[in-house]
């Protein structure tokens, strides 16, 4: 397939080089930063209102929601180039309400339009391991799936509306961030009641306190290694949306509303590009003692 | 070996049977409640006073710190049959600061003492697969160690301090509810949104965002399947013990403490009973909208 890719930086780069390597022909914009192997493995293009008239599908990698408003509406974006036939997917992680005012003005133009946020990270990305949830219409979503299986693993049509992919990242976010937070207060706890926080990590690994952020984030804890990893100053970007978006539909979300107090507790200090685990530092300040020494 | 054990409830009888079964001659305190199978499996002796004179190790598996004080020092108590050489193991939850005192009185009487508290639940005292937190001097840990390998499966010496094991309960027990409050956040903000919870619990499988609670409590809050399980009361009662030590030690829990309110809203709510999952209920209180229908 004829694919257009929108935003090749540490994510977007890997995941676009996977699809020209499966066979399909990649369209990208005229950038500066544009390295040789992108240039031999693209056509590139002037413009991202260039690129969606040459592909059949065009899929955005960018930081924000004003980033992919920006890119599809703005001067010579993605909009001037799309008609019937034409397929937006918005890998991006981005505010849910505002991807279903994106979906319905590209549907509008007789384009369809599927939000397909992942979690994995740059190692997911180069490793073609991506967890991607998607929102969309179903045969969106089955024209899409061979190239979301040759960039991601985990792959599932979270609903069949618009945001609902963008909404279960946010859900993801707030998960992961929370359970973040619940091991750095057990392992400041123990480690000030005077037991060793690797010893206690390793009796609660394989019991019902088990997760992946007890075994990575954990480990990081204990271990001092801050560096990313996910960076602070991301997931706080994250959590405002969770919070946000809560606001919009009148959710209550507690425990969120006070981590996003110890991720800003953290910025605060100088702890914006942390590995998103640097969050017991904040905690550790609270009770006036650290985990384990820097 | 000899073993004494009090407490035969819903998890020290299948523990307590373990041990027959494994070949120790066991000891047990005369209670009107002990059926036919523990009469002809152990000996039944008047108190705990005399269960620890007849053993050369005491186990116990009580409720709560009062109960355990009352079996070890109360009239006709266990303090009352100990000498050199033998050896009180404690395997209720309870008070990490309380079990310093203990120990230190058990030791005064020549006795060595372990705290050895467990997670697993009922079903993991039947198969014998708990998770076993130690607390202890190394000597007395390997001399205990055949008679954990009969009732569980992951079994770690925390520390060689009297209460680490009790310290390492109060983590798992924290990490395990403000997981399951993370993981009902993300539900009801995700239902909320219009995404099917199910198909949002299914995509974070696998993901980083995983863990057992997850995949056990997230199921349960989707199914609205609300019987214990582990109880509500129960759970309120150890996080209650998380935010009295961490007041002692000078520790800020500020999550432990926003989700013991939401423990405290669904006793309110009468739901003590509940399993510690029907947690979300207090959360959809606070949206004015529920994951699923009951």
Redesign the interface.
Known sequence: MKIGFIGLGIMGRPMALHLAKAGHALFVPERGSLDDEMRQTATVLPDPAAVAAAAEIIILMVPDTPDVEAVLFGPKGVAEGIGPGKLVIDMSSIS?TATKTFAEKINGLGGDYLDAPV??GEVGAQQAAL?I?V?GPQAAFDRAKPLFEAMG??I????E?N??GQ??K???Q??????I???G??????S?????PA??R?????????????E?HGDRMIKRTFNPGFRIALHQKDLNL?LQ??KE????????A??QQ?FSACVAAGGGGWDHSGMVRA?ET????KVAQD
């Not at 539909?249 to 969120?256: D, S």
């Open positions: 849910p979690s994995g967890t949830m929102g693993k985990n599932t049509l979270v609903g509306n945001g609902a909404t279960c946010v859900a993801n707030i998960i992961v961030a929370l359970t937070e619940a091991v207060e057990a392992l400041v706890f123990a000030k009641a005077g037991a060793d010893k206690v390793q009796a609660l690994m394989g019991g019902l306190a088990t997760s992946r952020i007890l990575l969770a978006s809560a539909l009148g959710v209550a979300l507690p425990n969120t006070a981590t110890l905690l609270l009770a006036a003692h």
